[in-house]
T-cell receptor, first 115, second 118 residues
Framework: AQSVSQHNHHVILSEAASLELGCNYS??????LFWYVQYPGQHLQLLLKYFSGDPLVKGIKGFEAEFIKSKFSFNLRKPSVQWSDTAEYFC?????????????FGAGTRLAVHP | DARVTQTPRHKVTEMGQEVTMRCQPI?????VFWYRQTMMQGLELLAYFRNRAPLDDSGMPKDRFSAEMPDATLATLKIQPSEPRDSAVYFCASGFHPVAGANYNEQFFGPGTRLTVL
């Protein structure tokens, strides 16, 4: 069965530190990959997505992610985090199952950024 | 600015009562999803509709949960009878997906319904 693993459940950083959140998926076919962010008390919002082409994807708010097919990974990065990046981050993969598509979400990584 | 809307935003009820949550997807979207989010289980897919037809409700407890789309502008999720373990935030999301197997467009999430069952 398809699955998504986010290795870090909690990450604590100081402002200006660099961020990398890991995401690995288990699916052998063509995938579409997503990172969503959920700010405290809010709904999920799309940060970035990968369908095809350049494996380095740039999203909103200075985030980027790199798709490495050989490693089944889609890690999220930001060179310098801000306090406002405190949120929960979800990696998701679209997989075809039973003739239709659905998104499979990872468990999420809670990021706390301290001033 | 098109958004997914959900009502109510908060619901407190007693065990055994019926709960109905409503979702209005973004106009023109043909897929609707219901998710449940808890601290322990994270984000779980409960049900999935495309063109108003249910495609997958394997994540939903069948004995007490039901999901429907009476029309293209309304999706409902009902719990009857509700139990304390149903306490969670329930998110609705919508998207447009032309055909199965094609590239998957993003899902747009609503603000959620925070349900507390006492």
């Amino acid at each position: 069965a398809q699955s998504v693993s986010q290795h870090n459940h909690h990450v604590i950083l100081s402002e200006a530190a660099s961020l990398e959140l890991g995401c690995n998926y288990s699916y052998g076919g063509t995938v579409n990959l997503f990172w969503y962010v959920q700010y405290p008390g809010q709904h999920l919002q799309l940060l970035l997505k990968y369908f095809s082409g350049d494996p380095l994807v740039k999203g909103i708010k200075g985030f980027e992610a790199e798709f490495i097919k050989s490693k089944f990974s889609f890690n999220l990065r930001k060179p310098s985090v801000q306090w406002s990046d405190t949120a929960e981050y979800f990696c998701a993969v679209n997989a075809v199952s039973g003739g239709y598509n659905k998104l499979i979400f990872g468990a999420g990584t809670r990021l706390a950024v301290h001033p | 600015d098109a958004r997914v809307t959900q009502t109510p935003r908060h619901k407190v009820t007693e065990m055994g009562q019926e709960v109905t949550m409503r979702c209005q997807p973004i106009l023109g979207h043909n897929t609707v999803f219901w998710y449940r989010q808890t601290m322990m289980q994270g984000l779980e897919l409960l049900a999935y509709f495309r063109n108003r037809a249910p495609l997958d409700d394997s994540g939903m407890p069948k004995d007490r949960f039901s999901a429907e789309m009476p029309d293209a502008t309304l999706a409902t999720l009902k719990i009857q009878p509700s139990e304390p373990r149903d306490s969670a935030v329930y998110f609705c999301a919508s998207g447009f997906h032309p055909v199965a197997g094609a590239n998957y467009n993003e899902q747009f999430f609503g603000p959620g319904t925070r349900l507390t069952v006492l």
